[in-house]
C-alpha cells in the first residue's frame, strides 16, 4: 500500500504526484477485473469526484442529483470551467451508492451550493496537479502554461490531459472547508454563461430513459395495493379473486403490505383494481374541518427558540397599538406528473435498487434494515424520474420493488398508480402560526412575537420511513422527518424585541416530508404578511417600512429591494388602496433572506380579484433575485419561472382533502393544479454576483409568493386572507366578513 | 387469453400480442413496443402525458383501449413526430426556447401543440393557453411552453 500524500505535500513538491500517478496502474488494473469498489466515495479524495480517461474526457461522479431541474448541466459547466475542457468532453454519473460520493441528499437548495463547490474544488485540485505535472514533463515554469480544452502548451511545447493522467487515479487529498483556488471569475467562460440543457434534446425527442423507462432482463410488473385506510390492518386476502388474470405471477402479502406480480405491466394493473381484500377499520385522522384545531391541541414535544432578542414580555405592555394575527397553510402533496417508480434486483444475495431516489445512501441504509442485509450488499443507482420537488414516494415505491422482487426471486419494476401517489407520498405537513406585536405611536415596531405549530424532527437522520416497512412490519427507524421547517422562523428585520418560537409537536396527522421550501415558505408567509400588516397599521409604504428595519449593513437586501422597486415602477403607496367594481386590482410585496444567511429574493404580485366570484387572478410577478454567482443564467431563470408558478398553484388552490380515515383527493379532478389559462407574466431580474459564492436558487423565491399574493388581496379589497389556499369560497367569506 | 393485433405505429406496420384487447393503447406502445415518448401519468386522461396521434388529432392513449384502435389508424408518437436529423418544428422549437425542467409532461406539451398548431397556423397567447389548458405541467414550465409554441407557429 502506497501512504497518500496530503494536498499540501503535493504543492510543495512534485515528487509525491509522480509517485501517486506511478502507482495509478495498479489501481487502473483492478478496476479492469472489476473490482469497482476500488474507486473512492469519501468526500476527501478527488477519485471520489472525477476521473480523466486516455482520451481526455472526464468523469465526474456527483451525489447530487438532477431533480429535473437542470443541474446536470450546471454541474458540468462548474468542472468543465474549472479544468478548462470543452462542456461536451464531461459525462457525469449521479447518485450511485456505489460510485458517487456521499453528498447528502439533493434539497434544501444545496445542490451548486454544497454538491457543486465540492466539485469546483476537486476540479481545481486536479487542475493544480495536472498543471504541477505539465511544468515538469515540458521543463517549463508553470506560470507559462496555457490550458485550453484539455491542452496544455508553452511555446512550441505542448500535452493534453490525457497525456498526463488518461486513466490513472489521481491520489490527491481534499479539504473542503479549505479549497483549493479556483480560477478568478472573470476568466470565466462556461460559468455564467446560458448553456443548453444537455438532457432536452433527448426529453423532447423521447429518447430519454426516466425511471419510468428503464427495464431489466427478465423483469416483472407489480403493483402495490395500499389500505383503504392509512392504519386499516390487513385482515383476509381472497387470492381465486385474481385466478383469472392472464399472466398473474403471484400475490404477495407480508404483513398489512399486499402486492401483486405479473409478467405485463396491465396485467398486475388488473390484477391490483380486481383483487378483493379485507381490512380492518381505522379512522384516526382529524376532522378536516377541524385541522387547525387539532395541530393546537397536539402535544408540545419541545420548543424551539429560533430568535429572541431584547424583552418582549415587557415591550408588549408598552405599544400604544398592538396587533395579533393567525395564519395556517394546508397539507399539500408533491404532486409529481409521473407517479413514483423503483426497479428491484436481488441476485447473490445483494440488492441492486434503482429508482429517482433524492438520497440514495440513505436509501441503501433503509433498504438494507428493512431486509437484514449488510449494507454492502445494496446498491442503490439513481434513474431521473419526473420532477418531484422534495422527498416524494420514489423511495417507498424502492422499498416495494425490493419486497416484491425478494419474494418472487425475480427482477420486479413497480410503478405507483395516481392514487397511489395522491394518496401515499408523503405530505408537507399543516402549519399554524400565530403573530403579534406593538407599535409605538410614532408607527415604529416595538415588539414582534411568533409562535409556529410544527412537526418535531425526531432524529438527526432525516430519514422518512418507508411505507412498505411500515406495512410489512419490518425493521426500521420511525422517526418523524419533515425536514429543516424551523428556517426563517426568525425574522431579518432589527426590531428592539423580537421573540420567535417553534412549538414541536409530537404528530402530525400524515407522514410528512419535505417540499418545495419546507417551512420557510409557511414561516416567510405568516412573517411577510405579519409585516405588511404592520406597514398598514403604521400608514407606511410597505417596501420602505422593510427597509427602515433591514440591517443598513445587509446591502446584498436592501439592493435587492431597491432594484425591485424599479423592476416593478413601485410608487409609493399606503395599502389599502381599494378600487370599485367588479374586478379589483391590487398590487403586494414581500422579501426574503434565505435561511437569514443566503439567497435573497424580492417579490412584486400584481393580482386581479373578482369580487362576485372570489377567483384571484394573478397578473404579474416582478421579482429580484440574487443567489450570489450564477452558474447558468437560463436555467436559473427557468427554476424560477417554476417556483412561482408552482407556488401561486400551492396558494390559491391546492389542499389536500381527507376523510377520518383516508385521503380524499386521489386524482387531478380532486387536487387541481394551476393550469396555462391563469399563468402570470413573470418579470425576473437577476443579480450576479460573480465574486462572491453561489447559493441556491431551487426554493428561496418560492419563500415569498405567498405572502406577496395576500397583500395584494388587501391592497386591492382591504381583506387580510390568512389561509392557505385562498379559494373562491375563502375569499367571498373573508370579504363578507371584513374590511 | 393471448391475441395478436395488427397496428400502424410511426408509420410502420406491427403486430403487438395482449392479453387483453381493451388494454390502453398506451402499455402496447411503452411496454410492447418500447416507445417512451408517450408517458403514464394518470391513467384517467386528466393530465396528458400520455398523448399521442391517433390520424393527426391528440389522444389520450391511456384512456384509448386498444380495442377501438385499427391498423388503419395512423398512430403516431413523439418518436415518430420528427427525427434527429429531422425535427417536428415544435420539438425544434421546445429545444431552442429550453421548454422543459424535469420534461417528463413535455411529451403531451409537444403532442397537443402540433396537433393544435395544425389546425390553427396562428395563434394568440390565449388560443395556446386554452388548447394546452387540460395538459399538466407541475414544474411550472408554462411561460416557456407557451413561448415554444408561439416560436413553432412563427409567431413569437
Known amino acids: 500500500m502506497h501512504t497518500i500524500p496530503s494536498r499540501r505535500d503535493m504543492l510543495k513538491g512534485g515528487g509525491a504526484l509522480v509517485v501517486s500517478f506511478s502507482l495509478a496502474p495498479q489501481l487502473r488494473a483492478a478496476r479492469a477485473q472489476g473490482a469497482l469498489a476500488a474507486k473512492p466515495v469519501v468526500l476527501t479524495e478527488v477519485d471520489s469526484f472525477l476521473s480523466i480517461d486516455a482520451k481526455g474526457l472526464v468523469k465526474v461522479y456527483s451525489g447530487k442529483v438532477d431533480l429535473g431541474t437542470g443541474v446536470a448541466t450546471a454541474l458540468r459547466q462548474i468542472v468543465a470551467e474549472e479544468l478548462d475542457v470543452p462542456l461536451a468532453s464531461v459525462d457525469l454519473v449521479q447518485g450511485d451508492s456505489m460510485l458517487t460520493p456521499d453528498q447528502g441528499k439533493t434539497w434544501g437548495s444545496l445542490t451548486i451550493q454544497i454538491g457543486g463547490m465540492q466539485l469546483r474544488n476537486a476540479a481545481a485540485t486536479a487542475k493544480g496537479a495536472l498543471i504541477d505535472e505539465a511544468a515538469k514533463r515540458l521543463g517549463v515554469e508553470k506560470a507559462a502554461l496555457r490550458v485550453s480544452d484539455g491542452v496544455v502548451t508553452a511555446g512550441g511545447k505542448r500535452t493534453t490531459y490525457a497525456e498526463l493522467i488518461g486513466g490513472k487515479s489521481f491520489a490527491l487529498k481534499l479539504d473542503h472547508s479549505k479549497p483549493a483556488q479556483p480560477k478568478d471569475p472573470r476568466d470565466h467562460r462556461i460559468v455564467g454563461k446560458p448553456v443548453p440543457r444537455v438532457d432536452i434534446p433527448d426529453k423532447m425527442m423521447g429518447r430519454f430513459t426516466y425511471i419510468q423507462d428503464f427495464r431489466v432482463p427478465g423483469m416483472l410488473h407489480g403493483r402495490v395495493v395500499r389500505p383503504p385506510a392509512l392504519g386499516a390492518t390487513l385482515e383476509s386476502v381472497d387470492e381465486g379473486s385474481v385466478k383469472n388474470v392472464a399472466g398473474l405471477v403471484q400475490v404477495v402479502r407480508e404483513g398489512n403490505f399486499l402486492g401483486v406480480v405479473a409478467r405485463s405491466e396491465w396485467g398486475a394493473i388488473k390484477a391490483a383494481e380486481q383483487i378483493k381484500a379485507t381490512w380492518s377499520k381505522w379512522e384516526g385522522l382529524p376532522e378536516q374541518e377541524k385541522l387547525f384545531g387539532h395541530v393546537r391541541a397536539t402535544k408540545v414535544e419541545k420548543d424551539d427558540i429560533t430568535s429572541n432578542v431584547g424583552n418582549t414580555a415587557e415591550a408588549m405592555t408598552q405599544g400604544t397599538r398592538k396587533l395579533a394575527a393567525t395564519y395556517d397553510f394546508a397539507i399539500h402533496t408533491h404532486g409529481s406528473i409521473g407517479p413514483s417508480c423503483a426497479v428491484a434486483e436481488f441476485k447473490d444475495g445483494k440488492l441492486t435498487s434503482w429508482s429517482a431516489s433524492q438520497a440514495t445512501h440513505d436509501l441503501r441504509k433503509q433498504l438494507a434494515e428493512m431486509f437484514g442485509m449488510p449494507v454492502e450488499n445494496v446498491r442503490c443507482i439513481y434513474l431521473e424520474g419526473s420532477g418531484c420537488y422534495g422527498r416524494n414516494g420514489h423511495e417507498d415505491a424502492a422499498g416495494d420493488a425490493a419486497l416484491l422482487a425478494k419474494a418472487v426471486g425475480r427482477p420486479v419494476r413497480v410503478q405507483w398508480s395516481r392514487a397511489d401517489e395522491h394518496g401515499w407520498d408523503p405530505k408537507g405537513p399543516p402549519t399554524l402560526m400565530d403573530l403579534r406585536a406593538s407599535l409605538d405611536a410614532a408607527g415604529n415596531v416595538t415588539a414582534w412575537e411568533s409562535e409556529f405549530y410544527i412537526p418535531q424532527q425526531t432524529a438527526g437522520s432525516f430519514m422518512v420511513p418507508l411505507t412498505p416497512a411500515t406495512l410489512a412490519n419490518l425493521p426500521q427507524k420511525g422517526d418523524i422527518a419533515p425536514g429543516n421547517i424551523f428556517q426563517n422562523s426568525a425574522i431579518p428585520y432589527k426590531f428592539a424585541n423580537i421573540k420567535t418560537v417553534c412549538h414541536r409537536l409530537e404528530s402530525t396527522p400524515f407522514r410528512p416530508s419535505w417540499i418545495r421550501t419546507p417551512g420557510r415558505m409557511q414561516n416567510t408567509y405568516a412573517n411577510e404578511c405579519f409585516m405588511d400588516e404592520l406597514a398598514a397599521a403604521a400608514g407606511a409604504d410597505p417596501i420602505e417600512f422593510r427597509l427602515r428595519y433591514l440591517d443598513p449593513n445587509d446591502r446584498r437586501g436592501i439592493e435587492v429591494l431597491e432594484r425591485l422597486m424599479a423592476l416593478a415602477k413601485w410608487e409609493t403607496r399606503r395599502s389599502p388602496q381599494v378600487g370599485g367594481g367588479n374586478i379589483a386590482s391590487g398590487r403586494g410585496v414581500s422579501y426574503v433572506k434565505y435561511e437569514l444567511a443566503r439567497t435573497y429574493v424580492g417579490v412584486v404580485a400584481d393580482v386581479e380579484v373578482d369580487r362576485p366570484t372570489g377567483k384571484i387572478r394573478v397578473s404579474r410577478i416582478f421579482m429580484t433575485h440574487d443567489c450570489g454567482q450564477i452558474i447558468n443564467p437560463d436555467g436559473l431563470r427557468n427554476q424560477i419561472d417554476g417556483n412561482i408558478l408552482q407556488t401561486i398553484s400551492r396558494t390559491l388552490i391546492e389542499e389536500l382533502k381527507f376523510d377520518r380515515s383516508m385521503v380524499t383527493s386521489l386524482d387531478w379532478a380532486s387536487y387541481p393544479i394551476l393550469t396555462f389559462p391563469d399563468i402570470p407574466e413573470i418579470v425576473v431580474e437577476l443579480i450576479n454576483q460573480p465574486n462572491a459564492p453561489p447559493w441556491g436558487a431551487g426554493e428561496p423565491s418560492a419563500a415569498v409568493v405567498p405572502s406577496a399574493i395576500s397583500n395584494a388581496v388587501f391592497d386591492a379589497t382591504g381583506v387580510r386572507l390568512r389561509s392557505i389556499p385562498y379559494t373562491p369560497d375563502k375569499v367571498k367569506a373573508a370579504m363578507r366578513g371584513g374590511a | ?156
Do not use: W
Not at chain 2, 406491427?14 to 387483453?20: A, E, P, S
Not at chain 2, 434527429?84 to 415544435?90: A, I, S
Not at chain 2, 424535469?102 to 390553427?120: D, P, T
Open chain 2, 1 to 156: 387469453m393471448a391475441q395478436r393485433k395488427a397496428l400502424n405505429v410511426n408509420g410502420k406496420a406491427v403486430n403487438v400480442t395482449v392479453d387483453d384487447p381493451d388494454m390502453p393503447l398506451l402499455y402496447a406502445l411503452r411496454d410492447n413496443l418500447a416507445l417512451h415518448g408517450p408517458r403514464f401519468g394518470c391513467g384517467l386522461g386528466q393530465c396528458g402525458a400520455c398523448t399521442v396521434h391517433v390520424d393527426g388529432k391528440a389522444v389520450r392513449s391511456c384512456v384509448t383501449p386498444l380495442s377501438r384502435i385499427t391498423a388503419r389508424q395512423k398512430v403516431v408518437t413523439l418518436e415518430g413526430l420528427g427525427t434527429p436529423q429531422r425535427l417536428h418544428p415544435v420539438q425544434k422549437a421546445f429545444i431552442d426556447t429550453q421548454a422543459a425542467q424535469c420534461g417528463y409532461c413535455i411529451n403531451g406539451m409537444i403532442m397537443e401543440s402540433a396537433a393544435f398548431l395544425a389546425s390553427n397556423r396562428k395563434p394568440t397567447d390565449a388560443e395556446i393557453k386554452k388548447a394546452l389548458a387540460n395538459n399538466l405541467c407541475r414544474c411550472g414550465t408554462h411561460g416557456r411552453i407557451v413561448a415554444a409554441v408561439k416560436r413553432a407557429a412563427g409567431v413569437a
